[in-house]
Nanobody
Framework: QVSLVESGGGLARPGGSLRLSCVVS????????IGWFRQVIENDREFVAA????????FYADRVQGRFDISRDTAKNTVVLQMNNLEPADTGVYYC??????????????????WGRGIQVTVSS
């Protein structure tokens, strides 16, 4: 059974940092990416960043490019999203997701097959 478990969310001040982790278990996703998406209530899940499990290629939404960094530890089946210089607009529930194939690219939420339960990130002074 596939499981994705997020951790590391919480409250940060503008300009601060948070580090999110996603532990993936149950299978490997060598054909696709592990991605992070942000959701604000009643809105669609917005792409944040993704990393190809095989090869480690990374993808970022324009609004987080240069502030966020995504990485993976294949030995621990863990993907980490380091979020720096946080802004209030980064507030939301962050979901980790896994895709079996990259045929739909890495930024479309519909191309992901498995999702974690989400974790709250709040950026506020």
């Amino acid at each position: 059974q596939v499981s994705l478990v997020e951790s590391g969310g919480g409250l940060a001040r503008p300009g601060g940092s948070l580090r999110l982790s996603c532990v993936v278990s149950g299978r490997t996703f060598s054909g696709g990416s592990i991605g992070w998406f942000r959701q604000v209530i009643e809105n669609d899940r917005e792409f944040v960043a993704a990393i190809r499990w095989s090869g480690g290629f990374t993808f970022y939404a324009d609004r987080v490019q240069g502030r966020f960094d995504i990485s993976r530890d294949t030995a621990k089946n863990t993907v980490v999203l380091q979020m720096n210089n946080l802004e209030p607009a980064d507030t939301g529930v962050y979901y980790c997701a896994a895709q079996e194939s990259s045929k739909y690219g890495s930024a479309w939420s519909g191309g992901y097959d498995y999702w974690g339960r989400g974790i709250q990130v709040t950026v506020s002074s």
